[in-house]
Nanobody, 125 residues
Framework: QVQLVESGGGLVQAGGSLRLSCAAS????????MGWFRRAPGKEREPVAT????????YYAGSVKGRFTISRDHINNMMYLQMNSLKPEDTAVYYC??????????????????WGQGTQVTVSS
């Protein structure tokens, strides 16, 4: 089992920045893929970005490319999402997810076995 805990959400004005963190514990491994997903009010959960733990290879949804950066600290088992130039449409609950095995372009929530509880990000206009 892997436990994931997100932190760093909050309220920010449009154009501002936030950094989300995800702490992974339990049966973690270097051969994992992890990702950030989000669910806006009244919408389905959607992918934001993913990272292959061993190689730090990253993938992004088109809506956040160039504004968000996913990264990981393999020593401390932490994953981050740096969010810049935030827009009101980025308002959502952001979830950390993990799956065993390195998988490229893993931008589908059905591919992930482990999920955090989510952290709220609100961007005001």
């Amino acid at each position: 089992q892997v436990q994931l805990v997100e932190s760093g959400g909050g309220l920010v004005q449009a154009g501002g920045s936030l950094r989300l963190s995800c702490a992974a514990s339990g049966r973690t491994s270097s051969s994992y893929t992890m990702g950030w997903f989000r669910r806006a009010p009244g919408k389905e959960r959607e992918p934001v970005a993913t990272i292959i733990w061993s190689s730090a290879t990253t993938y992004y949804a088109g809506s956040v490319k160039g504004r968000f950066t996913i990264s990981r600290d393999h020593i401390n088992n932490m994953m981050y999402l740096q969010m810049n130039s935030l827009k009101p449409e980025d308002t959502a609950v952001y979830y950390c997810a993990a799956r065993a095995g390195a998988l490229h372009l893993a931008l589908r929530e059905s591919l992930y076995n482990y999920w955090g509880q989510g952290t709220q990000v609100t961007v005001s206009s």
